[in-house]
């Protein structure tokens, strides 16, 4: 749990709050703002800036793969039969790596394992971050108006949380996939472009109820706080309020459980393609190839590739998040 | 006390109410949005072999076209006193709780999912002792001795737990134990537990182990932030001062007010876990409720999902009930407010 940070409204203006004079030197004490202080504290947390920067690459990976593919792979849905032996449809030499392949290639069709992991980075991270951007921006308006408002408001939106929390989620996912799958026409979307939009809806619907739940207690306590008071007996109305005074002082939490909701995101679209309701062969999930390495026991490499990009996303995503958690709210534990 | 049941019963009753609202919403109001006809629906029972006259009779004999409320409410009758049904081989009673026959097995629903329940209690019950025996006790070494080796170590494998899909290491294990040393069951050998009990845990420890790393892993973070908080308390001092011995400090003390919230995750997790661990059960292949969903779905088999969705749901919302009641038997605070 994140407890309310000690620093009011502005926190960009830093203003110096104490001046030592004449103590043997014109050194000034400055009050710093809290991404000031955030910054300080993460610069010197070395596994959290190890997770950061993993998060970086995997961004430009995912960013630039039809270049790195170009460079260093093969195009990710080309056949190469050369590499399979025909008596067995195992990659010849077991694995097929080499120079030219370098995580080797898929039994049967002998496709690219490099490119194939290098692309559905992209998937994995287009999804993953809509799909939070959504859950966190309906969570924090309904958590900031049922906390602001309070009495029915708040009732109905904090049933409406549990209702949501109450939903066995990934059934719900899985269905609604199936059952949004058939709007084809309707959509106007059709291939890859409409399942990556409804993985991106689906699981970023189903999972404000959290942060909601979160950025409402906070907003309870921040609104009975006295800055609050005072903007109000200055006469600011509700809007001001909240978009001036409550909302900058949830910025800390929000970008918190975002960092922390992307890994989360990144192993529900897996589990979805690796169910096989994600986004459809032949474009590369690292969920789906999970999914085809099922009946290839014998070929650890299958499943060891897109097993270990997905543990390394979201373990670094995990360990950026934590760190960042650390160094904007001190107070908590991990 | 008992005006606090009754207001929690009355909550989760209307907590299952809407769930099945929206269920019903999505798997039959949705598709007809998308233009699905009613015909489309009477299809899937009859089979695609049928003449134009059997679907338009058998969607009549179903109501299929009917008002939205009046088949939610004929759905819901059906689970609370049980339907007719009649799908054009003739009338079938369908007792109680009643969730409709099957599109593809033409089966009554309710009696498969009972059928699935034992595969899934046994993966849950067995993977939830090891995990929380394990979680908690790493938890509480790992704030006993903060920063050493130990609690490092344990916290690094923790993260990577957290951070490794079922479905990978469910692979990696079955790959590794199943098919390469075959010290283990392979995937899909369960046996009934009062068939062979023996036989039971061989088939079921590696599924068991797969699940319980998972949770286990965030059981021991859960613990040990816990554990840190509490051993701070002043309350921990004292028990120090009055010259208690420590084991007792950090059994009675300690970890009593440490478990209180991991209590309650238990409670939510285990009635999330009897709904199906859908990843671990496709994984592994086990026959049980989580399999059986995925299966339904691949077919589009919407009796079968919306059943399913139904229990999974009931045992979420019971789950949250014994907890909020337990905590209100723990906490007079709880009940008062």
Redo the contacts between chains.
Sequence with gaps: MTAPLDVSGEETKATPEAVVTGLGGPKAIQGRSLGQIAWMRLKKDKIALTGAGVVIFLVLVAIFAPLIVGWFGHPPNEFHEEMIDTMTMRPKGGTGISGEFLFGVEPQKGRDLFSRVVYGARISLLIAFFATMLSVLIGTVMGVVAGYFGGWVDAVISRLM??FL???I???A???V???G??E??LGVQGDTLRILLLIFVIGFFNWGYIARIIRGQTLSLREREFVDAARSLGARGPYILFKEILPNLIAPILIYSTLLV?ANV?FE??LS????GIQPPTATW?AM??A??KY??V?HF??FP?MA??IT??AF??FG?GLRDALDPKS?? | MVTYIIRRLVGALV?LA??SM?TFS??FV??R????TATDFANRYVGRAATQETVVEVTKKLGLDDPVVVQYGRWVKGIFVGAEFDYGAGVEHCPAPCFGYSFVTKKPVWPELLDRLPVTLSLAAGASVIWLLAGVSVGVLSALKRGSVFDRGA?MIA??G????P??TG??A??LF??GLRITAPGGAYVPLTENPVEWAYSLILPWLTLAFLNAAAYA?LT??GM??TMGEDYIRTARAKGLRESKVIAKHGLRAALTPIVTIFGLDVG?LL??A??TE??FSLPGLGKY??GA??T?DLPK?MG??ML??FF??MA?LVVDLLYAVVDPRVRLS
Excluded at chain 2, 33 to 36: E, K, R, W
Excluded at chain 2, 162 to 165: A, F, K, M, N
Aim: charged letters at 5%; aromatic letters at 12%.
């Design positions: 549990d209702i109450a939903f066995p990934l059934v719900f899985l269905a609604l199936g059952v949004l058939q709007f026409t309707q890994p192993l897996a589990a690796f169910l096989g309701v969920g999970l999914s390495a099922t026991y014998t650890p499943m060891i097993g997905i543990f979201v373990l995990n360990l934590d534990n991990r | 907590m809407v769930v929206v999505i798997f949705v598709p949005l998308a233009g699905v916290m993260l990577s957290v951070s490794l899909p479905f990978f692979l990696i079955l790959s199943s098919y973070r040990r932030a840190l908080e999330i709904g199906g859908i990843l496709n994984v969903a995925t779905i691949s589009q999902i399913f969705t999974a749901a979420i919302v949250n």
